[in-house]
């Protein structure tokens, strides 16, 4: 939690967010990733001021643990003085309890946003689903929440002015924005609507030009101008190896012919297709279905 203190920007952990989307998809189905089309309502986790603090926090908790289809899961809520954010213990349930810090004594606003987080762990667990290492796991739980349907309320919790910043999450504000918008083109859906967070307004905006420029590389046929010139030189070099600063690769298969690799836009999961000319691909683990010139 950057709390009055300096927020990082950019996209210093694009790959591994991208891996955790991979990982959501490998893991849950695209079948089950489906059944999160719609995300959690502003209405079902509102925290006013006059809401008993810890009835309030429960029935936040309770929505959230609803929307991830935990119905035996219950989530014991408390307070205290803390580093982080929040923090849950994960043991084996039905109980789980989850210390918040105590600025949400006096924030209840984002009293969601928190929750939001240590319930996707709780979810994730269950699954079996983790990474290696505190920080690439951590980012994948903010990119499991955000692409699941909760997380915008973790980005709309960032808010950043010259006196005092508040910012939730291990992802950059650019990073929930963008993965905000990976699920928004999966699921037809529009976050910003939700925002009361200008600054929070502004990230998703930069983040969703990011997954937008996603559908535009090649060997994609909506590859502009200068991404088909460059690779139409690639493929001619292609024997030479893999080029720098692009995401797809050639290489022959067994017969010899050329072949070349691309990540889905969708889920960023590999395909290979052959180098022919005008291919459709179906990419096996998101279903989506790409058009290319290869």
């Known amino acids: 939690m950057a709390n009055d203190g300096p927020v990082e920007h950019g996209y210093p952990h694009l790959e591994t967010v991208r891996a955790a989307i991979t990982a959501l998809y490998r893991r849950l189905s695209y079948d089950t990733i489906q059944t999160f089309g719609t995300s959690v309502l502003p209405a079902d986790v509102a925290f006013c001021d006059t809401d008993d603090l810890y009835l309030g926090a429960q029935r936040v908790a309770h929505e959230l643990v609803r929307h991830y289809r935990l119905p035996d899961a219950r989530l014991v809520v408390s307070f205290r003085e803390m580093r982080h954010a929040a923090n849950v213990e994960l043991a084996a349930g039905p109980e789980y309890f989850v210390e918040l810090n105590d600025r949400f004594r006096t924030h209840r606003r984002d009293i969601g946003a928190a929750l939001a987080h ?4 709780v979810y994730l667990h269950r699954l079996d689903l983790s ?7 951590e980012i994948l739980t903010d990119t499991a929440t955000t692409y699941l349907g909760a997380g915008w309320l973790l980005l709309d919790a960032y808010r950043e002015d010259g006196a005092s910043s508040q910012k939730l999450g291990y992802l950059t504000p650019e990073e929930f924005g963008y993965v905000l918008a990976k699920r928004a083109l999966v699921f037809g859906e ?6 009361t967070s200008p600054q929070a ?9 990011l997954a937008r420029r996603d559908e535009q ?4 046929t ?17 024997p030479e190896g893999p080029q720098p600063g692009v995401r797809y690769a050639f290489s022959p298969d067994a017969g010899g012919r050329l072949r070349v690799s691309f990540p889905c836009p969708t889920c960023h999961q590999r395909i290979r297709v052959p180098v022919r000319g005008r291919v459709r691909a179906r990419c096996a683990l998101c279903r989506s279905v790409l058009e290319c010139d290869t």
């Not at 240590?118 to 762990?121: G, L, N, R, S």
């Not at 909506?222 to 292609?238: E, I, K, L, M, V």
Request: charged share 35%; no cysteine.
């Open 201 to 209: 307004y502004r990230a998703y905006e930069r983040g969703r030009e």
């Open 131 to 137: 990474f290696p290492g505190v920080r690439d796991n």
């Open 222 to 238: 909506a590859a502009g101008w200068a991404g088909r010139r460059r690779y139409a030189r690639d493929r001619r070099h292609a």
């Open 217 to 220: 590389q090649p060997p994609l």
């Open 190 to 195: 529009d976050p910003s609507v939700w925002f």
């Open 118 to 121: 240590e319930v996707t762990h």
